[in-house]
């Protein structure tokens, strides 16, 4: 197959959903993702993880893992130097409160887990109750203190909790403790790694047994002070310009050393150039067509590298990302 069948081709991909104790059934209600049970708490929909590799669903590539296509066809994506898909992109539903939790920085995988992965991480929230908060951050000042409050178990007063509403962006950052809350439904893009370090689990029990705690290794790269919730936190009102939010154009949201977010929200019609390594998009409102190919609420895509001109028609919103490469911003 050449380079010139696939890299005009949109990457339709079937999403990996996955059951968790604290999932819920709007993935399968609100999304349409066919998974059975009541407990589907995320959904994968731009993966090439090993533990949720999604697949190519239609076109010439049809039937191939994202993995494979990554490896076979690295034209399609820049021909970026990374040895993997370096994202992840997905759906949370958290019917129940997440555990307390935290995740290493690259450096420290490498070193305590094998690598090559930690995991940066940020949240577009898509739905929360009125008046939600989120558990982001800690109050201790020092690493002592860090380590007396969450031995003697003392989650109130060591724990911060910030307001949030919907359209709030957030970044998590490696060393940043955090949990959400159940009520939320959140769009998570992340380096593409599967490791996370649980502190408090709220002494819940998981086919009759307490979920492993990873209380030693959190300790260690928890960050002390936390961050202010005002590095963390970008919020809706912070995102508008005075007339409301701009409509029909790629808005950067975020961009880190791993990834860079933008929000387009389309009325009616729209256009772009394509011109980063590749990009992710994920429909999270509404319907229309992209090149002509219609999609909907939770489709998941990639356009990839040198792909050109992206027309899209309807009503909808996205969330795309990309790595932090060197392109054009104009």
Same mark, same amino acid.
């Given at each position: 197959m050449s380079e010139n069948q696939t890299e005009k081709q949109i990457l339709f991909l079937d999403p990996v959903c996955t059951h968790n104790i604290w999932g819920g059934v709007r993935l399968k209600e609100d999304f349409g993702y066919t998974a059975y049970g009541d407990d589907i708490g995320e959904c994968w929909g731009i993966s090439a993880h090993p533990n949720g590799d999604g697949t190519v669903r239609s076109g010439a590539l049809s039937g191939k893992k994202l993995s494979e296509v990554w490896n076979e066809f690295p034209n399609l994506?820049?021909?970026? +130097?990374?040895? !993997?898909?370096?994202? =992840?992109?997905?759906? @949370?539903?958290? #019917?129940?409160?997440?555990?307390?939790?935290?995740?290493?920085n690259d450096a420290y995988a490498n070193l305590h887990e094998g690598g090559p992965f930690g995991k940066t991480e940020c949240w577009y929230i898509l739905d929360c109750p009125e008046d939600a908060t989120l558990v982001i951050g800690h109050h201790a000042e020092t690493k002592e203190a860090l380590k007396t409050?969450? +031995?003697?178990? !003392?989650?109130?007063? =060591?724990?911060?909790? @910030?307001?949030? #509403?919907?359209?709030?962006?957030l970044q998590i950052d490696p060393g940043t403790i955090h949990a959400i809350k159940g009520g939320f439904l959140i769009l998570e893009?992340?380096?593409s790694s599967d490791l996370t370090y649980r502190?408090?689990?709220?002494?819940?029990?998981?086919?009759?047994?307490p979920r492993k705690l990873h209380v030693e290794k959190s300790i260690d790269v928890i960050t002390v002070p936390a961050k202010p919730p005002e590095? @963390?936190?970008?919020?809706?009102?912070?995102?508008?310009?005075?007339?409301?939010?701009?409509?029909?154009?790629?808005?950067?949201?975020y961009t880190c050393a791993f990834y860079r977010i933008y929000k387009l929200k389309l009325k009616e019609?729209?256009?772009?150039?394509?011109?980063?390594?590749?990009?992710?998009?994920?429909?999270t409102?509404?319907?229309?067509?992209?090149n002509g190919y219609e999609v909907k609420k939770g489709d998941n895509f990639i356009l990839p590298f040198a792909f050109g001109d992206v027309f899209l028609r309807g009503n909808m919103e996205l969330i795309a990302s990309t790595v932090n490469s060197d392109f054009r911003e104009d």
């Open positions: 994506f820049g021909n970026l +130097s990374c040895d !993997r898909f370096p994202l =992840l992109v997905k759906f @949370i539903d958290a #019917k129940e409160d997440l555990s307390i939790q935290v995740h290493p409050m969450i +031995s003697e178990g !003392r989650w109130k007063e =060591l724990l911060r909790e @910030i307001p949030v #509403k919907k359209g709030d962006f893009t992340q380096q502190v408090y689990d709220y002494d819940r029990l998981s086919n009759g047994r590095e @963390i936190l970008i919020s809706t009102a912070r995102m508008e310009n005075a007339d409301g939010e701009p409509l029909n154009q790629l808005r950067l949201l019609e729209a256009h772009f150039l394509q011109r980063y390594p590749f990009l992710n998009m994920t429909v409102e509404g319907a229309g067509t992209v």
